[in-house]
């Protein structure tokens, strides 16, 4: 999938240079982040929903939802 992201042209050069001193481009070096991100995410929502559920305060069927936790 394709997707279009406007950022400024001195940010985009510098990035670019930075991923050809790492021997990588540009894509590969936002993928990468991407993937990191959301493993953090992830292992963050593990963490927490085991938490919950050692404590009692969730069931061991509960799925962790994000959202919930930020809801107003």
Known sequence: MS???DLPS???QEAREYAT???TTLERM???YLKMQL???R???DVYGFLMRQNGWLPDDY???R???VAK
Request: aromatic share 4%.
């Open 3 to 5: 997707i279009m992201i």
């Open 39 to 41: 493993t953090r995410k």
């Open 10 to 12: 001195a940010m985009v």
């Open 43 to 45: 292992e963050a929502d």
């Open 30 to 32: 936002v993928v990468d």
């Open 63 to 65: 799925v962790f939802n």
């Open 21 to 23: 001193v790492r021997g």
């Open 67 to 69: 959202e919930e936790a």
